[in-house]
């Protein structure tokens, strides 16, 4: 019942910008927050940043602090990643992601509800 669908990824260059969303639909009950992670070839899925749904605090990883910018549409069921100065290293499927437990983690296996990924390719 529950679909979370990433668009808005493509080839941007070195130092540009881009912007992925996530559209949710279906009902997730008990969700506290969101999040996006990312996964390389040959990689294990990296956390990103999140969000509280209802307070609005982000947190983000290091690796991208500064540059990301985690927003939401409530009445649009929709989350926001703002890309800036992007990296070859950001290069990644990026996928959103739902959790119902009360803190936010940086854990994958704390997240219930998973889209299948937007591809974000930087080139230099």
């Known amino acids: 019942q529950v679909q979370l669908v990433e668009s808005g990824g493509g080839l941007v260059q070195s130092g540009g910008s881009l912007r992925v969303s996530c559209v949710a639909s279906?009902?997730?009950?008990?969700?506290?927050?969101m999040a996006w992670f990312r996964q390389a070839p040959g990689q294990e899925r990296e956390f990103v940043g999140a969000i509280n749904w209802n307070g609005g605090r982000a947190y983000y990883a290091d690796s991208v602090k500064g540059r990301f910018t985690i927003s939401r549409d409530n009445a649009a069921n929709t989350m926001y990643l703002e890309m800036k100065s992007l990296k070859p290293e950001d290069t990644a499927i990026y996928h959103c992601?739902?959790?119902?437990?009360?803190?936010?983690?940086?854990?994958?296996?704390?997240?219930?509800?998973w889209g299948q990924g937007t591809q974000v390719t930087v080139s230099s």
């Open positions: 992601a739902g959790s119902s437990t009360p803190l936010i983690s940086t854990d994958v296996s704390t997240y219930e509800w």
């Open positions: 279906g009902e997730m009950v008990g969700r506290q927050h």
